[in-house]
């Protein structure tokens, strides 16, 4: 499979429990971005990616979020202490931070299918 | 008032008939996208764009720098085009700031 996965694709969880999400990108990729998108809204950003570094926050991301991408392969996006208000759904998308000669260049996004987040 | 407007919001039609969404964005940007959502979640990005017109099968997208607008069309539009659109900027940032912002999506419908 060569495009984006997540893991798990569902998850019901208890109000104060702690999620943990995980992103694989598109292999040759150095760009990661999570997005999160509410019922009948679109998303909205929420941190992104260059290898290992975390370039980006959006103030969305609380200090009960953390990402990290430690290898700069996969990420994993925490939730700690879930709030009703954190269902949603959480997208990754993985980008190429390179142009066909090698230079620095934005590109397409590619998304993965998403982790939808129940919280009771 | 959000950075990126989406018109219409919901849209039905008949099978064959030539859709037009549009895309208003209020802020400098380096790139448009054109993303289609269907039920279930999954995102599939039609087209980046950042002037001019691109063409895919029976999809066509417009940008209008100068105005800030985009707008996205179907040709003969088939009941399996049915999902919800969404248009998405990467606004200019000399921090090459990379994070989308994203209109409400528009929900389109096309009906036998």
């Known amino acids: 499979d060569t495009g984006v996965s997540q893991d798990p694709r569902h998850k019901i969880t208890k109000r104060g429990q702690n999620v943990t999400f995980r992103c694989d990108p598109i292999s040759e990729h150095n760009r990661l971005y999570w997005y999160r998108q509410t019922l009948g809204q679109g998303p909205e950003f929420l941190t992104y990616?260059?290898?290992?570094?975390?370039?980006?926050k959006s103030r969305l991301l609380s200090d009960r979020f953390s990402a990290e991408r430690p290898k700069g392969s996969f990420s994993t996006l925490e939730i700690q202490r879930t709030e009703q208000g954190d269902s949603a759904m959480y997208l990754c998308?993985?980008?190429?931070?390179?142009?066909?000669?090698?230079?620095?260049?934005?590109?397409?996004?590619?998304f993965g299918p998403g982790t939808r987040l129940t919280v009771l | 008032k959000n950075e990126v407007e989406q018109s219409p919001q919901n849209l039905t039609a008949q099978e064959g008939e030539f859709i037009t969404i549009n895309c208003s964005y209020s802020?400098?940007?380096?790139?448009l996208h054109w993303l289609q959502q269907h039920p279930g979640g999954g995102i599939v990005s039609l087209f980046m764009?950042?002037?001019g017109k691109k063409k895919h099968g029976r999809l066509i997208a417009t940008i209008n720098i100068q105005e800030k607008h985009s707008s996205l069309h179907i040709t003969a539009s088939h009941p399996r085009d049915s999902a919800v659109y969404i248009c998405a900027v990467r606004m200019y940032s000399g921090g090459g700031a990379d994070g989308l912002t994203f209109g409400k999506g528009t929900h389109l419908i096309i009906q036998p």
């Open positions: 764009l950042s002037s």
């Open positions: 998308a993985s980008s190429s931070g390179r142009g066909l000669a090698g230079e620095l260049s934005y590109n397409e996004q590619f």
């Open positions: 990616f260059q290898n290992e570094a975390q370039l980006e």
């Open positions: 802020v400098g940007i380096s790139a």
